[in-house]
T-cell receptor, first 118, second 113 residues
Framework: GAGVSQSPRYKVAKRGQDVALRCDPI?????LFWYQQALGQGPEFLTY????????KSGLPSDRFFAERPEGSVSTLKIQRTQQEDSAVYLC????????????????FGSGTQLSVL | DQQVKQNSPSLSVQEGRISILNCDYT??????FLWYKKYPAEGPTFLIS?????DKNEDGRFTVFLNKSAKHLSLHIVPSQPGDSAVYFC????????????FGQGTTLQVKP
């Protein structure tokens, strides 16, 4: 596709429900990031993939959060037993090579999935 | 601990004038800095970047200045246009790392016609 695609665009979940958020990066992009953006804040790093390898998951807030990218393209962020504090916009971003390895390397963001936990 | 800070939540300027957005960071290991622009209901889009080996980078109406000793960077937009109205995020990273970006809280710029 032309850009990073995320689905669903909006997700409303009841507290305790499991959710799965999908990211389709730009075709051929090696690096993929997930960020969480709370209302009025900047995006916060969750996890990073280089192809299918999850190289950094230091930003995942708890073991209820799990991300995968099994074939090195599409990625899924899963949140188990959702809590109200999980309500945020979840952004996916991709880049062509190892992220920001060279000057002018750009990170392309999707429009995000807005998750509301009631 | 907020490693990247944008202390002004909002800024309003007149069309044609200069907009100056500021950003401070605390981690001296950061070696690459970026500005992103975000419209409502869209993801952030890359605007301009600067490496720590430089103190200025210019791209059309946009210039980023880096003061490493003060751990401060700024984005200048000249002249400002109504279409520039958006939220601007400053971000920093260590390129030797995974390249994950640390973002500031954002500054909402309003350019009045």
């Amino acid at each position: 596709g032309a850009g990073v695609s995320q689905s669903p665009r909006y997700k409303v979940a009841k507290r305790g429900q499991d959710v799965a958020l999908r990211c389709d990066p730009i075709s051929g992009h090696v690096s993929l990031f997930w960020y969480q953006q709370a209302l009025g804040q900047g995006p916060e790093f969750l996890t990073y993939f280089q192809n299918e390898a999850q190289l950094d998951k230091s930003g995942l807030p708890s073991d209820r959060f799990f991300a995968e990218r099994p074939e090195g393209s599409v990625s899924t962020l899963k949140i188990q037993r959702t809590q109200q504090e999980d309500s945020a916009v979840y952004l996916c971003a991709s880049s062509l090579s190892r992220a920001l390895a060279t000057t002018n390397e750009k990170l392309f963001f999707g429009s995000g999935t807005q998750l509301s936990v009631l | 601990d907020q490693q990247v800070k944008q202390n002004s939540p909002s800024l309003s300027v007149q069309e044609g004038r200069i907009s100056i957005l500021n950003c401070d960071y605390t981690n001296s290991m950061f070696d690459y800095f970026l500005w992103y622009k975000k419209y409502p209901a869209e993801g952030p889009t890359f605007l301009i970047s600067i490496s720590s080996i430089k103190d200025k980078n210019e791209d059309g109406r946009f210039t980023v200045f880096l003061n490493k000793s003060a751990k401060h960077l700024s984005l200048h937009i000249v002249p400002s246009q109504p279409g520039d109205s958006a939220v601007y995020f400053c971000a920093a990273t260590r390129r030797s790392n995974t390249g994950k970006l640390i973002f500031g809280q954002g500054t909402t710029l309003q350019v009045k016609p």
